[in-house]
């Protein structure tokens, strides 16, 4: 279904997200027919060019980052057609007036901010400034929104100034995962799993998000956040707020958003004991793989102390999860690439069969967000064959893209989905400021306090499951984490 008539304007449209995610993700929904005729899409970016040479850039980045089968070159010239471009000086005055003539009146009205943070005041400033954002724009910014609660206030306040809380769109590309939004179909749209999902019946919940990059190509950044800042305080405390909150009255922007604010202000203070941080160290090559570089001289600062690797222990008090941890971790240049949380159930209260205990399994969900999006219910059976009643476990597995047939092996990417519910204009799937407040007031004493004692992040071999420690983080409670592959 087409979304209303739009004008789009991307700043640092030169950029590597645009090139690679924003512009790439709006040409797959262009051909998927989402796009309505006449939308416009304006480039803005400090670099002097005409649309031309804008076009030739976007044509690249289509060649590079859409899959061969959606490249019919017509397609892309008419895509190609919908887009505009104009030279900006996000903190001066040049091209601002060249852009106010490019909207067009009576379209939404969107402004995507992907460029640093420091640039969201200027350019919020001079939207205003220069009558090119309507009473109602839309207005979409970039993660980091933030490094800690102080800043990521004055970046409330500043936006603030200029837009409402409901223009404001605020990314965290997780939330765009269809996986992601399958957690809460998984959970409010099936009587099966509800009654089972406490404290009463889950022994234990673990997140992770695995990733076999490193931070190459982008040390000079990641060395100033680390691992907790990167994917803690946004997408795994998103996933962890989708697996712990209320049911919301309704699938509603406020309704969701004010569920998961509870759970980040019920989140405990962490223990030194119950977080393991850790840094890839390099390794040398050998017959069975290459050498692969360590995170110091990947990130360029042979000094550094940030984490590539983090594994954290998470209370969340209240009564429906109180005694039932959350384990995550995320880590870079791991033995491999999954997204994944995996819900353990316990045991149940008393076993009629004369199993001995090892045999015995309890119930896991596991629900993959990436790569393979499925989900998988490990459940009992008896054991085929004459030799008595023998137990063991086995998976109900199901792969989206077996089970959907096209459509499930279709899935867009986050970002297109996310941009589309911008011009739409619905914020359920994006954070709201008291929300991102909320998950830095937490993270913040945590980052102090390993600050605060000095504490080095642990070494763990490039293309390994992460640093022995974290082994240890599960061993003491008497569980494990589950195999990274
Ligand atoms: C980004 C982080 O937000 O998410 C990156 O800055 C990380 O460090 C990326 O690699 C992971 O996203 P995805 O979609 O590849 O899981």
Same mark, same amino acid.
């Not at 070159?73 to 900006?88: E, H, K, Q, R, W």
């Not at 697996?243 to 004010?258: N, Q, S």
């Not at 980040?264 to 069975?288: C, E, F, H, N, T």
């Not at 990436?370 to 008896?382: A, C, F, R, S, T």
């Given at each position: 279904?087409?979304v209303? !008539? ?19 993700? /709006? ?9 309505p005729q ?20 976007v ?17 892309i010239a008419?895509?190609?057609?919908c %887009? $505009? ?63 800690? /609660?102080?800043?990521?206030k ?37 009587? %099966?799993?509800?009654p ?8 234990h ?8 990059? &490193? ?8 060395d ?11 997408? !795994?405390?998103?996933l962890l707020? !989708?697996?712990?909150m209320?049911?919301?009255y ?6 969701v958003?004010?569920?998961k ?22 390794v040398?090559?050998?017959?069975a ?17 940030t ?7 998470v ?10 941890p959350?384990?995550l971790?995320t880590?870079?240049r ?51 064959g004459?030799?008595?009643?023998r ?26 989905? /996310?941009?589309?519910d ?11 400021? $008291?929300e ?7 993270? $913040?004493?945590?980052i ?5 004692r &000095? ?17 240890? /983080?599960?061993?003491? $409670?008497g ?7």
């Amino acid at each position: 279904i087409p979304v209303d !008539l739009f004008d789009l304007v991307i700043f640092g449209a030169t950029g590597d997200l645009a090139q690679r995610k924003i512009l790439p993700g /709006l040409y797959r929904r262009f051909i998927s027919g989402q796009m309505p005729q006449g939308a416009r899409i304006i480039g803005a970016a400090r670099s002097e060019m005409d649309a031309e040479g804008f076009r030739t850039q976007v044509r690249a980045a289509i060649e590079e980052f859409v899959d061969a089968a959606k490249r019919d070159p017509g397609n892309i010239a008419a895509f190609l057609d919908c %887009l $505009d471009y104009v030279s900006v000086d996000a903190t001066g005055e040049a091209g601002w007036d060249a852009l106010r003539d490019k909207i067009t009146p009576g379209r939404v009205n969107a402004f995507y901010f992907s460029v640093a943070p420091m640039l969201f005041g200027p350019l919020a400033e001079r939207l205003k400034a220069h009558d090119i954002a309507r009473d109602d724009a839309r207005i979409v910014v970039e993660k980091p929104f933030g490094r800690d /609660l102080a800043s990521a206030k004055a970046l409330n306040a500043t936006l603030a100034a200029h837009f409402e809380e409901s223009q404001i769109y605020r990314i965290d590309h997780y939330l765009g995962k269809e996986t992601v939004q399958n957690l809460m179909a998984v959970r409010f749209a099936n009587i %099966l799993f509800e009654p089972l999902w406490n404290a009463q019946y889950i022994d234990h919940v673990q997140i992770t998000v695995a990733e076999t990059v &490193g931070v190459g190509g982008r040390g000079a950044y990641y060395d100033k956040s680390g691992a907790m800042r990167d994917m803690v305080q946004n997408h !795994l405390m998103q996933l962890l707020c !989708l697996i712990a909150m209320e049911p919301p009255y309704h699938f509603d922007p406020d309704a969701v958003r004010d569920e998961k604010v509870k759970v980040i202000r019920a989140l405990q203070p962490i223990p030194a004991a119950d977080i393991v941080r850790g840094q890839y160290a390099g390794v040398k090559a050998s017959a069975a793989r290459a050498a692969q570089p360590g995170y110091l001289e990947d990130s360029e600062n042979p000094e550094s102390r940030t984490e590539s690797y983090i594994a954290l222990k998470v209370q969340v008090a209240n009564w429906r999860w109180q005694g039932t941890p959350f384990y995550l971790r995320t880590g870079k240049r791991l033995r491999g690439r999954a997204s994944e949380i995996a819900i353990t159930f316990k045991a149940p209260p008393h076993s009629i069969f004369d199993e001995d205990e090892s045999s015995w399994r309890e119930n896991v969900l596991v629900i993959r967000l990436q790569p393979d999006e499925g989900m998988n219910l490990k459940v009992m059976i008896k054991e085929p064959g004459p030799g008595g009643m023998r137990l063991v476990q086995v998976p109900l597995d199901m792969s989206f893209a077996e089970a959907l047939g096209e459509e499930g092996a279709d899935i867009p990417d986050a970002y297109e989905r /996310l941009i589309m519910d911008v011009i739409r204009g619905n914020q359920t799937l994006f954070m709201r400021g $008291d929300e991102v407040e909320a998950a830095w007031a937490w993270t $913040d004493p945590i980052i102090a306090g390993w600050e605060a004692r &000095g504490d080095k992040p642990r070494p763990y071999d490039a293309g390994s499951s992460g640093p022995e420690d974290a082994l240890m /983080l599960m061993h003491r $409670d008497g569980r494990r984490w589950r195999e990274i592959r």
